[in-house]
Protein backbone atom coordinates (compact mmCIF):
# COMPACT_ATOMS: atom_id res chain seq x y z
CA UNK A 1 0.00 0.00 0.00
CA UNK A 2 3.19 2.26 1.08
CA UNK A 3 6.43 2.81 1.80
CA UNK A 4 9.12 4.91 3.39
CA UNK A 5 11.79 6.56 1.36
CA UNK A 6 14.97 8.92 1.91
CA UNK A 7 14.26 11.61 1.05
CA UNK A 8 18.31 12.12 0.31
CA UNK A 9 20.12 8.93 -0.31
CA UNK A 10 16.26 7.29 -1.25
CA UNK A 11 16.81 3.91 0.63
CA UNK A 12 13.58 2.24 1.01
CA UNK A 13 11.83 0.75 4.32
CA UNK A 14 8.89 -1.07 4.61
CA UNK A 15 5.15 -0.05 6.65
CA UNK A 16 7.01 -3.13 9.13
CA UNK A 17 10.20 -1.47 9.91
CA UNK A 18 9.72 1.12 12.73
CA UNK A 19 12.46 3.65 11.53
CA UNK A 20 12.24 7.90 11.73
CA UNK A 21 15.38 8.74 9.92
CA UNK A 22 17.23 6.85 7.03
CA UNK A 23 19.53 4.17 8.99
CA UNK A 24 22.11 4.77 5.95
CA UNK A 25 22.35 8.55 5.93
CA UNK A 26 20.21 10.00 8.54
CA UNK A 27 18.31 12.10 6.69
CA UNK A 28 14.34 11.98 6.67
CA UNK A 29 11.68 9.62 5.34
CA UNK A 30 8.95 10.33 3.07
CA UNK A 31 5.64 8.21 2.82
CA UNK A 32 5.38 7.05 -0.71
CA UNK A 33 2.05 5.56 -2.24
CA UNK A 34 1.41 4.04 -5.67
CA UNK A 35 -0.99 6.99 -6.72
CA UNK A 36 -2.55 4.53 -9.36
CA UNK A 37 -4.10 2.38 -6.50
CA UNK A 38 -4.77 5.24 -4.44
CA UNK A 39 -6.99 6.56 -7.81
CA UNK A 40 -8.79 3.80 -7.54
CA UNK A 41 -9.96 3.42 -4.69
CA UNK A 42 -11.09 7.18 -4.94
CA UNK A 43 -13.19 6.18 -8.32
CA UNK A 44 -15.72 4.66 -6.37
CA UNK A 45 -16.46 8.10 -4.61
CA UNK A 46 -17.01 6.27 -1.36
CA UNK A 47 -14.99 9.25 0.20
CA UNK A 48 -16.99 12.07 -0.59
CA UNK A 49 -19.77 10.59 1.64
CA UNK A 50 -17.65 11.04 4.82
CA UNK A 51 -17.43 14.56 6.68
CA UNK A 52 -14.69 17.28 6.40
CA UNK A 53 -11.96 15.44 8.48
CA UNK A 54 -8.76 14.08 8.44
CA UNK A 55 -10.14 10.34 8.00
CA UNK A 56 -12.19 11.55 5.04
CA UNK A 57 -8.94 11.03 3.24
CA UNK A 58 -7.91 7.19 4.56
CA UNK A 59 -7.08 6.22 1.33
CA UNK A 60 -3.99 8.85 1.26
CA UNK A 61 -3.31 7.74 4.85
CA UNK A 62 -0.51 5.33 5.56
CA UNK A 63 -3.29 3.19 8.31
CA UNK A 64 -3.04 -0.53 7.46
CA UNK A 65 -5.74 -1.57 10.29
CA UNK A 66 -8.33 0.58 10.31
CA UNK A 67 -9.84 -0.72 13.34
CA UNK A 68 -7.12 0.78 15.64
CA UNK A 69 -7.72 4.30 14.34
CA UNK A 70 -7.73 6.82 17.20
CA UNK A 71 -9.10 9.74 16.75
CA UNK A 72 -11.00 12.82 18.59
CA UNK A 73 -12.78 13.74 15.11
CA UNK A 74 -9.98 16.15 14.26
CA UNK A 75 -10.12 18.16 11.03
CA UNK A 76 -12.92 19.53 9.14
CA UNK A 77 -12.10 22.86 10.47
CA UNK A 78 -13.65 26.35 9.30
CA UNK A 79 -12.31 28.22 6.36
CA UNK A 80 -13.38 31.66 7.14
CA UNK A 81 -13.98 34.14 4.70
CA UNK A 82 -12.48 37.40 6.14
CA UNK A 83 -13.81 40.36 4.11
CA UNK A 84 -13.24 43.12 6.84
CA UNK A 85 -9.11 42.01 7.43
CA UNK A 86 -8.78 41.89 3.42
CA UNK A 87 -9.91 45.32 3.06
CA UNK A 88 -7.65 47.03 5.91
CA UNK A 89 -5.23 44.98 4.31
CA UNK A 90 -5.73 46.22 0.77
CA UNK A 91 -6.50 42.85 -0.45
CA UNK A 92 -9.95 41.33 -2.67
CA UNK A 93 -9.73 38.05 -0.97
CA UNK A 94 -8.53 36.53 1.90
CA UNK A 95 -9.66 33.12 3.76
CA UNK A 96 -8.39 31.96 7.62
CA UNK A 97 -8.29 28.63 8.31
CA UNK A 98 -8.47 28.52 11.85
CA UNK A 99 -6.77 24.96 12.99
CA UNK A 100 -7.70 26.04 16.51
CA UNK A 101 -10.81 23.94 15.73
CA UNK A 102 -9.17 20.89 16.19
CA UNK A 103 -9.76 18.70 19.73
CA UNK A 104 -6.87 19.51 21.45
CA UNK A 105 -6.77 23.48 19.57
CA UNK A 106 -4.30 23.50 17.11
CA UNK A 107 -3.02 21.54 13.91
CA UNK A 108 -1.13 18.99 15.72
CA UNK A 109 -4.25 16.57 16.17
CA UNK A 110 -4.21 16.02 12.13
CA UNK A 111 -0.79 14.49 12.83
CA UNK A 112 -1.22 12.88 16.02
CA UNK A 113 -4.44 11.27 15.18
CA UNK A 114 -2.06 9.39 12.24
CA UNK A 115 1.09 8.89 14.34
CA UNK A 116 -0.95 7.29 17.85
CA UNK A 117 -2.74 5.21 15.41
CA UNK A 118 0.42 4.10 13.87
CA UNK A 119 1.69 3.47 17.77
CA UNK A 120 -1.32 0.96 18.15
CA UNK A 121 -0.24 -0.51 14.99
CA UNK A 122 3.05 -1.17 16.14
CA UNK A 123 1.78 -2.18 19.80
CA UNK A 124 4.37 0.03 21.55
CA UNK A 125 3.92 0.62 25.06
CA UNK A 126 4.87 4.04 25.66
CA UNK A 127 4.71 7.18 23.48
CA UNK A 128 7.20 10.12 23.46
CA UNK A 129 7.81 13.98 22.60
CA UNK A 130 9.76 16.63 22.58
CA UNK A 131 7.51 20.25 22.54
CA UNK A 132 7.23 23.56 22.82
CA UNK A 133 3.56 23.18 23.78
CA UNK A 134 0.89 22.13 21.39
CA UNK A 135 2.74 18.58 20.33
CA UNK A 136 2.50 17.48 24.35
CA UNK A 137 -0.66 18.40 24.35
CA UNK A 138 -2.18 16.92 21.14
CA UNK A 139 0.23 13.34 22.39
CA UNK A 140 -1.06 13.80 25.73
CA UNK A 141 -4.63 13.56 24.64
CA UNK A 142 -3.92 10.76 22.05
CA UNK A 143 -1.68 8.73 23.96
CA UNK A 144 -4.76 9.02 26.80
CA UNK A 145 -7.36 8.14 23.88
CA UNK A 146 -5.20 5.26 22.94
CA UNK A 147 -4.65 3.82 26.90
CA UNK A 148 -0.67 4.37 26.35
CA UNK A 149 1.61 5.92 28.73
CA UNK A 150 2.51 9.21 27.56
CA UNK A 151 6.47 11.16 28.00
CA UNK A 152 6.69 14.82 27.11
CA UNK A 153 10.09 16.57 27.34
CA UNK A 154 9.48 20.42 27.04
CA UNK A 155 11.64 23.70 27.81
CA UNK A 156 11.59 25.00 31.75
CA UNK A 157 11.11 28.07 30.35
CA UNK A 158 8.01 29.70 28.18
CA UNK A 159 5.52 26.93 27.88
CA UNK A 160 2.39 28.87 27.36
CA UNK A 161 0.02 27.84 30.22
CA UNK A 162 -2.65 26.90 28.14
CA UNK A 163 -0.66 23.91 26.25
CA UNK A 164 1.06 23.29 29.87
CA UNK A 165 -2.12 22.53 31.61
CA UNK A 166 -3.62 20.25 28.42
CA UNK A 167 -0.37 17.89 28.80
CA UNK A 168 -0.91 18.05 32.89
CA UNK A 169 -4.71 16.96 32.72
CA UNK A 170 -4.59 14.15 30.57
CA UNK A 171 -1.89 12.41 32.66
CA UNK A 172 1.62 12.32 30.56
CA UNK A 173 4.79 11.91 32.49
CA UNK A 174 6.05 15.86 32.31
CA UNK A 175 9.76 16.43 32.70
CA UNK A 176 10.90 19.88 31.97
CA UNK A 177 14.66 20.37 30.79
CA UNK A 178 16.80 23.78 31.90
CA UNK A 179 17.19 24.34 28.35
CA UNK A 180 15.42 25.22 25.07
CA UNK A 181 13.13 23.15 22.71
CA UNK A 182 16.08 22.00 20.56
CA UNK A 183 18.14 20.73 23.75
CA UNK A 184 14.76 18.53 24.82
CA UNK A 185 14.30 17.11 20.91
CA UNK A 186 18.36 15.97 21.57
CA UNK A 187 17.36 14.02 24.71
CA UNK A 188 14.15 12.08 23.48
CA UNK A 189 16.12 11.46 20.24
CA UNK A 190 18.56 9.60 22.18
CA UNK A 191 15.42 8.48 24.23
CA UNK A 192 13.54 6.96 21.09
CA UNK A 193 16.84 5.58 19.48
CA UNK A 194 15.46 2.01 21.90
CA UNK A 195 11.87 1.82 19.93
CA UNK A 196 11.03 -0.74 22.54
CA UNK A 197 10.48 1.84 24.74
CA UNK A 198 9.21 4.75 23.52
CA UNK A 199 8.19 5.65 20.31
CA UNK A 200 8.62 9.28 19.24
CA UNK A 201 6.19 11.59 18.08
CA UNK A 202 8.14 14.78 16.71
CA UNK A 203 8.06 16.30 13.55
CA UNK A 204 10.67 13.65 12.05
CA UNK A 205 8.20 11.06 12.47
CA UNK A 206 7.03 10.43 9.07
CA UNK A 207 3.74 9.68 9.80
CA UNK A 208 2.65 12.74 11.15
CA UNK A 209 3.37 14.51 8.12
CA UNK A 210 0.56 12.59 6.41
CA UNK A 211 -2.42 13.74 8.63
CA UNK A 212 -0.77 17.29 8.89
CA UNK A 213 -1.22 17.40 4.59
CA UNK A 214 -5.16 16.77 4.92
CA UNK A 215 -5.66 20.42 5.64
CA UNK A 216 -4.23 21.20 1.86
CA UNK A 217 -7.05 18.83 1.10
CA UNK A 218 -9.84 20.44 2.66
CA UNK A 219 -8.62 23.87 2.01
CA UNK A 220 -9.06 23.16 -1.97
CA UNK A 221 -12.32 21.42 -1.39
CA UNK A 222 -13.69 24.41 0.75
CA UNK A 223 -13.23 26.55 -2.43
CA UNK A 224 -14.72 24.36 -4.22
CA UNK A 225 -11.67 23.37 -6.22
CA UNK A 226 -10.40 26.58 -6.60
CA UNK A 227 -6.63 26.95 -5.90
CA UNK A 228 -5.37 29.78 -3.75
CA UNK A 229 -2.56 32.05 -5.48
CA UNK A 230 -0.66 32.15 -1.77
CA UNK A 231 -0.95 29.91 0.91
CA UNK A 232 0.79 32.00 4.34
CA UNK A 233 1.81 29.88 7.19
CA UNK A 234 3.86 30.15 10.48
CA UNK A 235 7.30 27.81 10.17
CA UNK A 236 8.47 26.43 13.02
CA UNK A 237 9.72 23.24 12.74
CA UNK A 238 8.89 23.26 9.28
CA UNK A 239 6.82 20.18 9.16
CA UNK A 240 3.60 21.80 8.23
CA UNK A 241 4.54 23.85 5.59
CA UNK A 242 6.21 19.95 4.19
CA UNK A 243 3.52 18.58 5.11
CA UNK A 244 0.62 21.31 3.59
CA UNK A 245 3.14 21.37 0.42
CA UNK A 246 2.64 17.60 0.16
CA UNK A 247 -1.31 17.65 0.24
CA UNK A 248 -1.52 20.34 -2.60
CA UNK A 249 0.66 18.16 -5.01
CA UNK A 250 -1.07 15.04 -4.55
CA UNK A 251 -4.56 16.39 -5.39
CA UNK A 252 -3.27 18.09 -8.09
CA UNK A 253 -1.74 14.44 -8.98
CA UNK A 254 -5.17 12.81 -8.41
CA UNK A 255 -6.76 15.64 -10.87
CA UNK A 256 -8.53 17.07 -8.39
CA UNK A 257 -6.71 20.71 -9.39
CA UNK A 258 -4.79 22.03 -12.03
CA UNK A 259 -2.87 24.46 -10.44
CA UNK A 260 -0.51 24.82 -7.35
CA UNK A 261 -0.46 27.76 -4.66
CA UNK A 262 2.73 29.17 -4.21
CA UNK A 263 3.65 28.54 -0.04
CA UNK A 264 4.64 31.90 1.95
CA UNK A 265 6.46 31.01 5.52
CA UNK A 266 6.50 33.51 7.89
CA UNK A 267 8.60 33.15 11.09
CA UNK A 268 9.49 35.14 13.72
CA UNK A 269 12.69 37.27 13.42
CA UNK A 270 14.33 35.79 16.06
CA UNK A 271 13.87 32.39 15.29
CA UNK A 272 14.22 33.00 11.23
CA UNK A 273 16.69 30.39 9.91
CA UNK A 274 14.32 29.22 6.95
CA UNK A 275 13.67 33.00 6.41
CA UNK A 276 16.93 33.90 6.39
CA UNK A 277 18.17 30.99 3.58
CA UNK A 278 15.58 32.07 1.46
CA UNK A 279 16.09 35.86 1.45
CA UNK A 280 20.18 34.70 0.92
CA UNK A 281 19.58 32.12 -1.68
CA UNK A 282 21.50 29.34 0.50
CA UNK A 283 21.27 26.04 -0.07
CA UNK A 284 21.00 25.00 3.43
CA UNK A 285 20.31 27.33 6.60
CA UNK A 286 22.06 28.45 9.68
CA UNK A 287 20.60 27.28 12.83
CA UNK A 288 19.86 30.08 15.21
CA UNK A 289 21.36 29.41 18.44
CA UNK A 290 19.30 31.34 21.01
CA UNK A 291 15.89 31.53 19.25
CA UNK A 292 13.65 34.47 21.05
CA UNK A 293 10.14 35.09 20.44
CA UNK A 294 6.93 35.63 22.33
CA UNK A 295 5.33 33.18 19.64
CA UNK A 296 7.12 30.08 21.46
CA UNK A 297 5.28 27.71 19.38
CA UNK A 298 7.79 28.93 16.64
CA UNK A 299 10.77 29.31 18.77
CA UNK A 300 12.77 26.87 16.84
CA UNK A 301 16.48 27.99 16.02
CA UNK A 302 17.67 24.64 13.89
CA UNK A 303 13.90 23.20 12.13
CA UNK A 304 13.74 19.31 11.50
CA UNK A 305 12.22 19.61 8.71
CA UNK A 306 14.57 23.09 6.71
CA UNK A 307 15.35 20.95 3.86
CA UNK A 308 11.36 20.19 2.76
CA UNK A 309 10.55 23.90 3.98
CA UNK A 310 13.40 25.43 1.45
CA UNK A 311 11.89 23.10 -1.76
CA UNK A 312 8.26 23.82 -1.05
CA UNK A 313 8.76 27.68 -0.49
CA UNK A 314 11.20 27.10 -3.77
CA UNK A 315 9.13 25.04 -6.12
CA UNK A 316 5.93 26.52 -5.42
CA UNK A 317 7.67 29.66 -6.52
CA UNK A 318 6.98 31.22 -2.93
CA UNK A 319 8.52 33.14 -0.69
CA UNK A 320 9.42 33.29 3.10
CA UNK A 321 9.26 36.18 5.97
CA UNK A 322 10.02 37.63 9.20
CA UNK A 323 8.04 39.35 11.60
CA UNK A 324 9.20 41.16 14.55
CA UNK A 325 7.11 40.08 18.05
CA UNK A 326 5.05 43.91 17.71
CA UNK A 327 3.95 42.91 13.96
CA UNK A 328 2.81 39.60 15.63
CA UNK A 329 0.91 41.12 18.68
CA UNK A 330 -0.66 43.59 16.37
CA UNK A 331 -1.60 41.48 13.60
CA UNK A 332 -3.42 39.03 16.50
CA UNK A 333 -5.54 41.96 17.65
CA UNK A 334 -6.33 42.84 13.64
CA UNK A 335 -7.37 39.54 13.18
CA UNK A 336 -9.60 39.31 16.60
CA UNK A 337 -11.02 42.30 15.69
CA UNK A 338 -11.89 42.72 12.71
CA UNK A 339 -12.78 38.99 12.06
CA UNK A 340 -14.04 38.13 16.05
CA UNK A 341 -11.07 35.15 15.34
CA UNK A 342 -8.69 34.58 18.51
CA UNK A 343 -5.22 33.09 17.41
CA UNK A 344 -2.00 32.09 19.48
CA UNK A 345 0.65 34.66 18.52
CA UNK A 346 2.57 32.04 16.44
CA UNK A 347 -0.17 31.80 14.58
CA UNK A 348 -1.02 35.53 14.01
CA UNK A 349 2.45 35.75 12.28
CA UNK A 350 1.13 34.38 8.81
CA UNK A 351 -1.49 37.96 9.04
CA UNK A 352 1.50 39.93 10.45
CA UNK A 353 3.66 38.67 7.20
CA UNK A 354 1.10 39.04 4.60
CA UNK A 355 0.64 42.30 5.56
CA UNK A 356 4.16 43.20 5.41
CA UNK A 357 4.03 40.89 2.07
CA UNK A 358 1.07 43.28 0.60
CA UNK A 359 3.10 46.65 1.79
CA UNK A 360 6.29 45.24 -0.01
CA UNK A 361 4.53 44.60 -3.12
CA UNK A 362 5.12 41.02 -3.18
CA UNK A 363 1.32 39.89 -2.66
CA UNK A 364 -0.83 41.81 -5.16
CA UNK A 365 -4.29 43.12 -4.31
CA UNK A 366 -5.96 40.59 -6.73
CA UNK A 367 -4.65 38.04 -5.45
CA UNK A 368 -6.44 35.30 -3.60
CA UNK A 369 -4.71 34.17 -0.13
CA UNK A 370 -5.24 31.72 2.07
CA UNK A 371 -3.56 31.95 5.90
CA UNK A 372 -3.59 28.87 7.76
CA UNK A 373 -3.50 30.47 11.81
CA UNK A 374 -2.44 26.67 13.67
CA UNK A 375 -3.56 27.35 16.80
CA UNK A 376 -6.41 28.77 18.94
CA UNK A 377 -5.79 32.18 21.06
CA UNK A 378 -6.65 30.49 24.88
CA UNK A 379 -3.65 28.53 24.36
CA UNK A 380 -1.35 31.47 25.48
CA UNK A 381 -3.71 34.25 26.89
CA UNK A 382 -0.99 35.74 28.70
CA UNK A 383 -0.13 37.22 25.74
CA UNK A 384 -3.54 39.89 24.86
CA UNK A 385 -3.46 40.25 28.61
CA UNK A 386 -0.34 41.70 28.71
CA UNK A 387 -0.69 43.82 25.39
CA UNK A 388 -4.35 44.90 25.07
CA UNK A 389 -5.69 47.89 27.30
CA UNK A 390 -6.55 46.60 30.56
CA UNK A 391 -10.15 47.09 31.99
CA UNK A 392 -11.01 50.10 33.50
CA UNK A 393 -11.70 49.44 37.68
CA UNK A 394 -14.47 51.57 38.98
CA UNK A 395 -16.52 52.31 41.97
CA UNK A 396 -19.90 49.95 41.32
CA UNK A 397 -22.43 53.47 40.61
CA UNK A 398 -24.03 54.38 37.21
CA UNK A 399 -21.94 57.62 37.63
CA UNK A 400 -19.06 56.53 37.96
CA UNK A 401 -19.44 53.60 34.50
CA UNK A 402 -20.94 56.85 32.37
CA UNK A 403 -17.92 58.99 33.12
CA UNK A 404 -15.97 55.52 31.49
CA UNK A 405 -18.33 55.27 28.75
CA UNK A 406 -19.37 58.61 27.94
CA UNK A 407 -15.72 59.56 27.55
CA UNK A 408 -15.33 57.08 24.64
CA UNK A 409 -18.55 58.67 22.28
C1 LIG B 1 3.75 23.56 15.91
C2 LIG B 1 3.16 24.88 15.62
C3 LIG B 1 3.64 25.70 14.59
C4 LIG B 1 4.85 25.34 13.78
O1 LIG B 1 4.65 24.25 12.92
P1 LIG B 1 5.91 23.48 12.34
O2 LIG B 1 5.36 22.28 11.69
O3 LIG B 1 6.79 23.19 13.50
O4 LIG B 1 6.56 24.43 11.38
C5 LIG B 1 2.99 26.89 14.33
N1 LIG B 1 1.93 27.27 15.06
C6 LIG B 1 1.43 26.52 16.05
C7 LIG B 1 0.26 27.00 16.81
C8 LIG B 1 2.03 25.30 16.36
O5 LIG B 1 1.54 24.57 17.35
ZN1 LIG C 1 19.29 7.93 3.35
Redesign the pocket.
Known amino acids: MYHLECIGCHKRYEPEDIVYTCQRCGDLLDIKYNYEDVDHQLKSGEWKKRPLSVWRYKELLPILEESKKISLNEGGTRLHRCDRLAKNLGLETLYIKTEGDNPTA ?3 DRGMTVGVTKAVEYNVKAVVCAS ?4 SASLSAYAAKAGIRCLVVIPAKKIAYGKLSQAMVYGAKLIQVRGSFDDALKVVLELSLDTNRFYLLN ?1 INPYRIEGQKTVAYEILEQLGGKVPHKVVM ?8 TATWKGFNEFKKLGFTDSLPKMIGIQAEGAAPVANAISSGKEVIEPVPKPETLAT ?2 R ?1 GS ?1 VNWKRALQAIRESGGTAEMVTDREIVDAQKLLARYEGLFV ?1 P ?2 ATSVAGLKKLIEAGQIAKDDNVTCIA ?2 HGLKDPDVPVQFCEKPSEVEPTLKAVEKIVGNQQ
Do not use: R
Not at 132 to 135: A, D, L, R, S, V
Not at 234 to 241: D, H, K, Q, S
Open positions: SFKTGNTSPVGNAGNIAIIPEASTG
